[in-house]
């Protein structure tokens, strides 16, 4: 699976979007980016994934660049619950799944202010 | 919403003592897997499971490691003797499929080893 680089950390108003970028420059046509994040040592929750198109749910968008070499994660407004480690990820598609195992980066710690 | 159980939540045990960590997996989901997270380190993946049997280990899942499905509902990971660097949270996620399918994970255990 290609690599991802992510800032270590990033502070957020609160009531304000949350930004988050992750860059995988390596990422190659059958992979997907995949966005968890965990709250304080909980499990990592699943926010989001996509493979070229960009994507919305209820709780996030993942916006993937044209050459796919970059992401970004954006929480619309941003709460303090949603102060957490945000791991970019990237998974390859079937059948060349390897076994379909998540690889946890450092990821980034997002800290939401009042 | 269908959730991944896991118990207990806290598992304090002596050194050498064997422990078998317990998951309830969403109830149509066919993969299973074990992760584990070290205190201040990334999440780490230990072992897939599928039809019964393990689809992939890391090299973490040694000899001490083993998991079971020993009915329909629970699935376990097993430690026979458990060592000092055998704390962590130790979560377990499932998923429907294989591949890109959406894993998602328990709320862990924190396993204690004294």
């Known amino acids: 699976d290609a690599k991802t680089t992510q800032p270590p950390s990033m502070d957020c108003a609160e009531g304000r979007a949350a930004n988050l970028p992750c860059n995988h420059s390596?990422?190659?046509?059958?992979?997907?980016v995949y966005w968890y994040r965990q709250i304080h040592s909980q499990g990592p929750q699943y926010i989001i994934h996509?493979?070229?198109n960009n994507e919305t749910n209820e709780m996030a968008s993942l916006i993937i660049t044209e050459d796919r070499k970059s992401s970004t994660l954006i929480l619309p407004h941003a709460t303090l619950r949603d102060t957490a480690v945000y791991y970019c990820?990237?998974?390859?598609?079937?059948?060349?799944?390897?076994?379909?195992?998540?690889?946890f980066g450092g990821g980034t710690r997002v800290l939401v202010k009042p | 919403e269908p959730e991944v159980t896991q118990t207990p939540s806290h598992q304090v045990t002596q050194m050498g003592q064997e422990v078998i960590l317990r998951c309830v997996p969403i109830?149509?989901?066919?993969?299973f897997y074990w992760y584990r997270q070290i205190l201040g380190q990334k999440v780490e993946f230990l072992v897939s499971?599928?039809?019964?049997?393990?689809?992939?280990k890391s090299e973490i899942f040694d000899d001490q490691f083993s998991v079971e499905r020993p009915d329909g509902s629970n699935f376990t990971l097993k430690i026979r003797s458990t060592k000092l660097e055998d704390s962590a949270m130790y979560f377990c996620?499932?998923?429907?499929?294989?591949?890109?399918?959406?894993?998602?994970f328990g709320p862990g255990t924190r396993l204690t080893v004294l």
């Open positions: 996620a499932s998923s429907v499929r294989v591949g890109t399918d959406t894993q998602y």
């Open positions: 499971f599928y039809n019964n049997e393990i689809s992939e």
């Open positions: 390596t990422i190659s046509g059958n992979e997907y």
């Open positions: 109830s149509n989901h066919l993969y």
């Open positions: 990820i990237v998974r390859v598609a079937p059948p060349k799944a390897a076994g379909n195992k998540l690889t």
């Open positions: 996509g493979l070229k």
